[in-house]
C-alpha cells in the first residue's frame, strides 16, 4: 500500500486549505483512513479518522468544527479539508491506512496504522 499526500503550504490564519492523500496498491484490505499531524517539539496528534465501508468519522477535539475528512473510492482518495487554520495548526500531516481490525474505526489508535505517506507541510501564519 502507498499513500501519497499532497495540498499542504502556507496560508494566513483564517484560510483553508485541502489536503489530498492518493492510496494505491492492494488496499481491499483497508477498512480505516486517518490523517495525523506533529508539530515541531510535540508528540503526533490524531486528527480524524473515516471508516472506509461506511464513511463514519471522528474528529479530535482540537479541530472539531473546522475540519472536514471525506473519501472518493473512485479515485482512490482520502480528503482533508481545513477551514478557519490557526497557528496551533501548524504541522507536518501524514496521511495513513490501518488493515481491516475487530476495533471500530472511530477508535482506532495510531499504532493500529501500519501504512503511512512522507506528510505534506501546513504552515499558518
Known amino acids: 500500500v502507498q499513500l501519497v499526500e499532497s495540498g499542504g503550504g502556507l496560508v494566513q490564519a483564517g484560510g483553508s486549505l485541502k489536503l489530498s492523500c492518493t492510496y494505491s496498491?492492494?488496499?481491499?484490505?483497508?477498512?480505516?483512513m486517518g490523517w495525523f499531524r506533529q508539530a515541531p517539539g510535540k508528540g503526533p496528534e490524531g486528527v480524524a479518522t473515516?471508516?472506509?465501508?461506511?464513511?463514519?468519522?471522528r474528529y479530535s477535539d482540537s479541530v472539531k468544527g473546522r475540519f472536514t475528512i471525506s473519501q472518493d473510492k473512485r479515485r482512490s482518495t482520502v480528503y482533508l479539508q481545513m477551514d478557519n487554520l490557526q497557528p496551533e495548526d501548524t504541522a507536518m500531516y501524514y496521511c495513513?491506512?490501518?488493515?481491516?481490525?475487530?476495533?471500530?474505526?472511530?477508535?482506532?489508535?495510531?499504532?493500529?496504522?501500519?501504512?503511512w505517506g512522507q506528510g505534506t507541510q501546513v504552515t499558518v501564519s
Open positions: 495513513a491506512a490501518r488493515p481491516t481490525n475487530t476495533q471500530p474505526c472511530v477508535a482506532a489508535g495510531r499504532y493500529s496504522f501500519a501504512y
Open positions: 473515516i471508516g472506509t465501508a461506511q464513511g463514519i468519522t
Open positions: 496498491g492492494y488496499t481491499s484490505f483497508i477498512d480505516c
